[in-house]
């Protein structure tokens, strides 16, 4: 079991950063994957950026290049680091974590992007 605190959201123009944090309610350390996940207004919720415990990383193509997942264990914080932010990464973004065969999700931080 754990519990998931996302934070950072906000509003920021075109091409502008911000930085996502997720607190955990446990160690990480031994969490298989933290993620970050995102939903749009009118769209299915996607997998944004994905870190696994040793350290491997993945994203979702349309923000490889612009924005960073990482984790400091001693923390039990997971990073999302987003630069170059475009209108369409407008949505609500989760916090993710896979233990086992099982998800835990946070509530959510709303990220808007304006033009």
């Known amino acids: 079991q754990v519990q998931l605190v996302e934070s950072g959201g906000g509003l920021v123009q075109a091409g502008g950063s911000l930085r996502l944090s997720c607190v955990a309610s446990?160690?990480?350390?031994?969490?298989?994957?933290m993620a970050w996940y995102r939903q749009a207004p009118g769209k299915q919720r996607e997998l944004v950026a994905r870190?696994?415990?040793?350290?491997?990383?993945n994203y979702v193509d349309s923000v490889k290049g612009r924005f960073t997942i990482s984790r400091d264990n001693a923390k039990n914080t997971v990073y999302l680091q987003m630069n170059s932010l475009k209108p369409e990464d407008t949505a609500v973004y989760y916090c993710?974590?896979?233990?086992?065969?099982?998800?835990?999700w946070g509530q959510g931080t709303q990220v808007t992007v304006s033009s």
């Open positions: 993710n974590a896979g233990i086992v065969a099982d998800h835990y």
């Open positions: 870190i696994c415990s040793g350290g491997s990383t």
């Open positions: 446990r160690s990480i350390f031994s969490i298989n994957a």
